[in-house]
């Protein structure tokens, strides 16, 4: 029986190492030998596969914007209005699913997926603070721009004791609060695995593939001509500089890097089309060789959102 998430063993490979593999994928490599994140991982992914009425596997492309939306006040905060995006109802399954599961373990794994997934210390921190937003929302009694940055300082600082007992803690003593925050932030990295899986399944084929030079150096670049025309078009991938730490020391420090798609007009400036940022080689590759297949695919039909102008212009 075909399954929703079947294409992606294009990239994967055979169903039975999915969930190493896809952590790999998206830049966890760390994650793929640690039995606990990978029964997370794995039993997500078999819930968001056998979840019923979902005709479109795309739809779980929108568990990358849970981080904007999940765990966050439901109410308004006084005198301010915040608009969270929808979720469906199937992603909302989904995230309700990955929320109980994580609540479930033990803290030891807990912090065991904290490590392979290379949880951020400001993640858990923001956590922290958006959860006493929930409950009780702060209000700053400042009169200038100075006692606004003292204050601020001030409760960063206060935020940041209260990560550091995820730290200096053993997990079976943590503080519900610091808990609760580390199960949320791993219920956002967590969905955009699933996120990243339903977008590989979409495809019913592998992008073609270009010939890129310097692939693992510090920048990859290729370029490949317009069919029809004598414009090339280029993609390139460079490294780019993580903000931030993981929360423990024992983790690795996440990679990232920045793939970007365009093309070459008939005077030599180079134009911008598309680009993203990844936490693996492998994946920029992929999703720059995807977006070059379209834009030549769609070649009539696309512009720069740099400064509008089409690719082909129209004779």
């Known amino acids: ?31 793929a030998d640690s039995l606990a994140t990978l029964e997370v991982v ?24 849970l981080a904007h939306s999940w765990g966050h006040p439901v109410t308004d905060v006084p005198g301010l209005r915040i608009e969270l995006p929808e979720v469906s109802l199937a992603n909302t399954a989904v995230a309700g699913h990955l929320q109980g599961l994580l609540e479930n373990l033990a803290p030891e794994q807990l912090r065991e997926l904290g490590i392979a997934l290379s949880i951020s210390q400001d993640m858990v921190a923001l956590v922290l603070e958006l959860m006493e937003t929930t409950e009780s929302p ?18 960063d600082d206060r935020i940041g004791d209260h990560v550091d007992a995820l730290l200096l803690d053993a997990p079976g003593e943590w503080p519900a609060p610091q808990r609760a925050a580390l199960v949320l932030a791993l219920v956002w990295d967590v ?33 490949t001509r317009v069919p029809d025309t004598d414009l090339l078009a280029w993609a390139r991938i460079e490294p780019e500089e993580v903000e931030g730490r993981p ?53 009539h039909r696309v512009t720069s959102p740099q400064n509008g102008d089409p690719l082909i212009v129209p004779a």
């Not at 929703?4 to 966890?28: K, Q, S, T, W, Y």
């Not at 794995?42 to 914007?65: H, I, R, S, T």
């Not at 990243?196 to 310097?214: D, E, G, M, R, Y």
């Open 42 to 65: 794995q039993a997500v992914l078999d819930f968001a596969e056998q979840l019923p009425d979902v005709d479109d596997v795309g739809e779980f492309m929108g568990l990358w914007y």
């Open 138 to 155: 702060r209000e700053f009694k400042v009169t200038s721009m100075h006692q606004m940055h003292v204050e601020t300082a001030l409760n």
């Open 247 to 299: 929360l423990w020391s024992q983790a690795r420090q996440p990679e990232r890097f920045h793939w970007s798609v365009g093309w070459t007009d008939s005077e030599g400036q180079r134009l911008w089309f598309k680009g993203g940022r990844t936490g693996s080689l492998a994946a920029a590759r992929w999703n720059a060789e995807r977006v070059a297949q379209a834009l030549l695919a769609n070649r």
């Open 191 to 223: 969905a955009d695995l699933v996120a990243q899986i339903a977008q590989l399944s979409v495809l019913k084929s592998l992008p073609t593939p270009l010939l890129w030079q310097h692939l693992g150096a510090d920048h990859a670049c290729t370029s």
């Open 1 to 31: 029986m075909t399954k929703r998430f079947d294409n992606a063993a294009l990239v994967l490979g055979a169903a039975p190492g999915r969930a190493a593999a896809l952590c790999r994928f998206v830049g966890h490599p760390d994650a």
